[in-house]
């Protein structure tokens, strides 16, 4: 039951593909006799509960999250999902490109019916079936960039109206078998909840039955038999993201353990890479941004002294976890054996749901770690009003950190992660919430028409863009991460001014401090992308493009232009009025 014990065994049963290919379907037929045997919509609610709780999650999204009104309370929220393809407009665009996704999404369903025991012609029907019903689902999905409006997904309701809202999903019965302890219920998308309410009393059981025999197959296809897990990869793999070849098979088992026993790996990687010298450097660095963002809040001339009081109450409220956690989570109860890689995987949803589950009748911890150390992230979270900084994103592949001068540091890690994460407490969405991470107002109604018509001109900016030719990013929708990419530039830049380094002003490598500030940034976002990869993106992420993360906010730093003579002839530049500057 140690940790180092289950990360041996998770590790041995996820590399011994002999047997996981003599198992074949055996780890989940138990869950697919059961779904064969469903006859009412009692059994099938009774199955989508089970499947909640071993992480196939299908119909809808549940998890425990703050409270966004009361950041003191843990709380149950009910979201939209149930779909296959990553998001609603897969269903409905009309491009050549989503047309011929959906068809290799189609196959692709059809495959996962045929390797599962269905001949070629029932496999056909079935799989049009659930299609239609995930295209009924995804009509009632909200679009990517109205997601990021939190007063418009915050539906709070008592059990009693959540039924009412949707009677034939028996909540009473099913919370009761998921062990959630909830009298209330924030809905993210009431007009979703509606529409599954309705499918469940119309769409019939055989539809249901088949659809959740996809979705758990599908779920759980990377742990199984090699024609599933290449089934899975030609189609999310190679259709949606342009991959090549998968990945080596330890890779994805160090993959599938990261997401079972993230603390236990966590724990070594901290001794290997992440030595108290280097917590300190990055925990100096954070406090630098900091003392930064504090004097650009005051010199701002868009917004008055009342508003700046209080954004600097924020920013001085804000929590700065840097590289791992003080606490980690105890793995002793996971039942983790060499025997199955699917069962272990299944086992450790299981523990996971049930350690969400439990917060929902325990005081919110603040001290928690929504990632792990070896995570090459970040996040700001709102509700906690705090930045979470692993260790992972502070490293710089192939170099050790000694070796890396302030400037490219500042530009790496001040800019692109601790800066940036910063901004998201300022950007458009994060800026609704208040220093105890309440969703409230603290804005006065000039100050947030100055702040709009400023976040306006860089959503036309982005939507201005072209990528693949004439696909264009989704401003709207990229503009949190847009804002707190140009945000993390400016901030971390004037912190890198009172470094010796700028001062002295010498050149390494040819290149002047500020440049390689600016190159700093940069690196960060050397990743290769297939064509496919990008125009996934654009349907799907609130991230932009990665070469624009890099181009649009250098556009519009005047210290860039003069870092490197960019003048009106180059591709890149912009007039000095059409530049954006928030903060």
Known sequence: GSALQHIGDFFFAGMDSAT??????????????????????????????????????????????????????????????????????????????????????????????????????????????????????ASSHKKLAELRDPYANYNKRSLNDLMMLAPAMEWNTSLNQMQLSADSVIIGQPDFVKKINGLLITVPIDTWKAYLRFHLIAAFSDYLSAALDQAHFDFYGRTMRGSKEQRPRWKRVLEAQEDALGDALGQLFIKEYFPEKTKKRYEDLVERIVESYREHIQKIDWMSDSTKTKALTKLNAITKKVGYPNKWKDYSKMNINRSSYCANVIAANEWSFRYEADKLTKPVDRTEWGMTPQTYNAYYNPSNNEIVLPAAIFTAPGYKDEDI????????????????ELTHGFDDEGRQFDEKGNLKNWWSEEDEKRFKKKAQMLVDQFNAYTVLGNKHPNGEATLGENIADLGGIVIALDAFKKTQQFKEGKSIAGLTPIQRYFLGYAYGWMQTRTDKMLATQLLTDVHAPIFLRVNGPMSNCDEWYTAFGVDRTRKMYRDSLSRVRIW
């Open 405 to 420: 001068d302030d400037a490219v540091i500042y530009g790496y890690v001040g800019a692109s992660t601790i800066g940036h």
């Open 20 to 137: 996981i290919e003599q198992s074949g379907l055996s780890p989940l037929q138990n869950i697919l006799d059961q779904i064969q045997a469903i006859n009412t919509t009692g059994d099938l609610l009774k199955m989508v509960n089970t499947l909640q709780m071993n992480g196939t999650a299908p119909l809808y999204s549940l998890y425990i999250g703050q409270d966004m009104k009361n950041s003191e309370k843990n709380f149950l929220y009910l979201s939209q999902g149930g779909l296959g393809l990553p998001d609603r407009d897969y269903y409905f665009n009309t491009d050549p490109e989503t047309a011929e996704t959906r068809n290799a999404y189609e196959k692709y369903v059809q495959k996962v019916f045929q390797l599962s025991g269905s001949d070629s012609l029932k496999a056909v029907q079935m799989a049009k079936n659930v299609i239609a019903l995930e295209k009924e689902m």
